[in-house]
Nanobody, 125 residues
Framework: QIQLVESGGGSVQAGGSLRLSCAGP???????MGWFRQAPEKEREGVAG????????YYADSVKGRFTISRDNAKNTLYLEMNSLKPEDTAMYYC???????????????????WGQGTQVTVSS
């Protein structure tokens, strides 16, 4: 059973930065790992993804150039570096993981069978 634990959320003013961390699992080749978010009264959406098989990364258009996903395999930790934050980035952020689909990953939620409990990010204007 894969367990994922997020940390690093908080409150920040617009233009600020935060780094989210997701502990777990032990390095597993051929997995999709990602960050998703859900704002009040909105559907959960993919923010950034990473394929452990080759390190390829994926981003939602709304965060390209501002957010960076990375993984430290030695620490079994996934990160999301968030810069130039905007009020519309306010949401609960979730870490997720799942085996890739024949070497393929994207931000489709159906690929991710394991989810963390979430960490809140609030950006004030």
């Amino acid at each position: 059973q894969i367990q994922l634990v997020e940390s690093g959320g908080g409150s920040v003013q617009a233009g600020g930065s935060l780094r989210l961390s997701c502990a777990g699992p032990e390095y597993t080749y051929g997995y999709c790992m990602g960050w998703f978010r859900q704002a009040p009264e909105k559907e959960r959406e993919g923010v950034a993804g990473l394929h452990t098989g080759g390190g390829k990364t994926y981003y939602a258009d709304s965060v390209k150039g501002r957010f960076t996903i990375s993984r430290d395999n030695a620490k079994n930790t996934l990160y999301l570096e968030m810069n130039s934050l905007k009020p519309e980035d306010t949401a609960m952020y979730y870490c997720a993981a799942g085996p890739d689909l024949g070497g393929y990953c994207d931000l489709s939620q159906s690929l991710f069978g394991y989810w963390g409990q979430g960490t809140q990010v609030t950006v004030s204007s």
